[in-house]
């Protein structure tokens, strides 16, 4: 049975600063890695993709890495704003059935000015 | 915008209660798949439709059901409810047919039960 782990479970910093949010899996058969952002009850934005044969993906002041050999993955945020204040969640896509994605718990960003 | 709507937004039903959340997918997106998020925690697999057929199942009771339409809709029904029931769901459609492919969220239906 998967299962996804994130780390640290919350963080706070001061505008500005660069940051890591980690993520790892226990089974490394996924097909792809994802990372969402989600804003407090509401529902879930893509941020990035990679998929198993990639080791990165960027976007903006995102990128995401992927270390299939050791079950991790790492979302990098640079210059962090208070705008980036999100729960970041990491999801696999494993198995057989295509719509299934296993969740990480989340991390609570908290960026202040 | 994702292109997938979710309808109610909120709803409160008391024990015992039977719910229906509804669910429009992307236009072409022969996959819909259900998620269940608690308060504080990452979202649970409850299964996923295929081309109006279920295709997989998470760790959810039979009292969960769903449906899928010809039209790119869905449901999801949940019988005699408990409180634990109360959560967020979340559907996602995809186009369907490939391992891995990206899902796509919508908003959600934030359901209270009494």
Redesign the interface.
């Given at each position: 049975k998967q299962e996804v782990t994130q780390i640290p479970a919350a963080l706070s910093v001061p505008e500005g600063e660069n940051l890591v949010l980690n993520c790892s899996f226990t089974d490394s058969a996924i097909y792809n890695l994802q990372w969402f952002r989600q804003d407090p009850g509401k529902g879930l934005t893509s941020l990035l993709l990679i998929q198993s044969s990639q080791r990165e993906q960027t976007s903006g002041r995102l990128n995401a890495s992927l270390d299939k050999s050791s079950g991790r993955s790492t979302l990098y945020i640079a210059a962090s704003q208070p705008g980036d204040s999100a729960t970041y969640l990491c999801a696999d896509a494993g198995g057989t059935s295509y719509g299934k994605l296993t969740f990480g718990q989340g991390t609570i960003l908290t960026v202040h000015p | 915008e994702?292109g997938v709507t979710?309808s109610p937004t909120h709803l409160i039903k008391t024990r015992g209660q039977q719910v229906t959340l509804r669910c429009s997918s992307q236009s072409g997106h022969n996959?819909?798949?259900w998620?269940q998020q608690a308060l504080?925690?990452?979202?649970?697999?409850i299964f996923?439709y295929?081309r109006e057929e279920e295709?997989?199942r998470?760790n959810f009771p039979p009292r969960f059901s769903g449906l899928q339409f010809p039209n790119y809709s869905s449901e999801l029904n949940v019988n005699a409810l408990e409180l634990d029931d109360s959560a967020?769901y979340?559907c996602?459609s995809?186009p369907?047919?490939?391992?891995?492919?990206?899902?796509?969220?919508?908003?959600?239906t934030?359901l209270s039960v009494l």
């Open positions: - | 994702t979710q996959t819909v798949s998620y504080g925690q990452g979202p649970q697999f996923q295929y295709n997989g998470g967020l979340l996602a995809s369907g047919g490939s391992l891995g492919e990206k899902l796509f969220f919508g908003s959600g934030q």
